[in-house]
């Protein structure tokens, strides 16, 4: 079964900078559309940012664009999700998560805490 370990969270003060990994394991990687979400606390799961299998596509959130970029290495089954300009509304659980025929269809992984204070 594919696993989704994501990495790279920590707490950062308003304005800094992290960048988030996600390693799958498998062979079929670069075949999927790959995505991130977060999770606040109390909130429902929530979409922040995709990726086409090529890498050529992206997409966002409207609260993350021109500070968050999606990007992949299909040789390494590597997502990066590199954020800019944090704010503390962007504290969250965040994770990937591997998208066919529009459903986020993996198993969760553990997640990432990504702290943001002011």
């Known amino acids: 079964q594919v696993q989704l370990v994501e990495s790279g969270g920590g707490l950062v003060q308003a304005g800094g900078s992290l960048r988030l990994s996600c390693t799958t394991s498998?062979?079929?990687?670069?075949?999927?559309?790959m995505g991130w979400l977060r999770q606040a606390p109390g909130k429902e799961r929530e979409f922040v940012a995709s990726?086409?299998?090529?890498?050529?596509?992206?997409d966002y959130t409207d609260f993350v664009k021109g500070r968050f970029t999606i990007s992949r290495d299909n040789a390494k089954n590597t997502v990066y999700l590199q954020m800019n300009s944090l704010k503390p509304e962007d504290t969250a659980v965040y994770y990937c998560?591997?998208?066919?025929?529009?459903?986020?269809?993996?198993?969760w992984g553990q997640g990432t805490q990504v702290t943001v204070f002011s």
């Open positions: 998560n591997r998208r066919s025929r529009n459903v986020w269809e993996l198993p």
């Open positions: 990726i086409s299998a090529s890498g050529i596509s992206t």
């Open positions: 498998g062979r079929t990687f670069g075949a999927y559309d």
